[in-house]
């Protein structure tokens, strides 16, 4: 299992390459949101970050931190959330809807 530092730059590595930046220009404030240097020592799993650094070079991405801990984040297919209950009710029209096309 990779480290979360190791999946985090990797996934920012992916964001720079889509948005076809330097990594110095990709580490600053325009895209990440923190000072240049905190930036560059996440693209290149230099050290650890905390929850606060996390939370800003996500926002600054306009992202949730927990999207960049996600192992192989593809910037054209981001992952999202959708809460259980949502999940459920869309399970059940789905079933409806299959039991529907298959009834005589």
């Known amino acids: 299992m ?14 720079r390459v ?7 220009a990709f580490a ?9 240097e905190t930036g560059r020592r996440a693209l290149k799993a230099l050290k650890a970050i905390d929850l606060d650094t996390l939370d800003a070079i996500a ?8 999207q960049l801990l996600i192992p192989g984040l593809d910037p054209k297919n981001l992952p999202t959330y ?19 096309k298959t009834a005589p």
Do not use: K
């Open 18 to 24: 889509h948005y076809n930046v330097s990594g110095r």
């Open 59 to 66: 926002h600054g991405l306009h992202l949730e931190p927990w």
């Open 2 to 15: 990779a480290s979360a530092r190791l999946t985090l730059a990797a996934n920012l590595e992916a964001l």
């Open 82 to 100: 959708v809460p259980s209950s949502v999940r459920t009710s869309i399970d059940e029209l789905l079933a409806r809807v299959t039991s529907a």
């Open 28 to 36: 600053g404030g325009q895209y990440m949101n923190v000072p240049v």
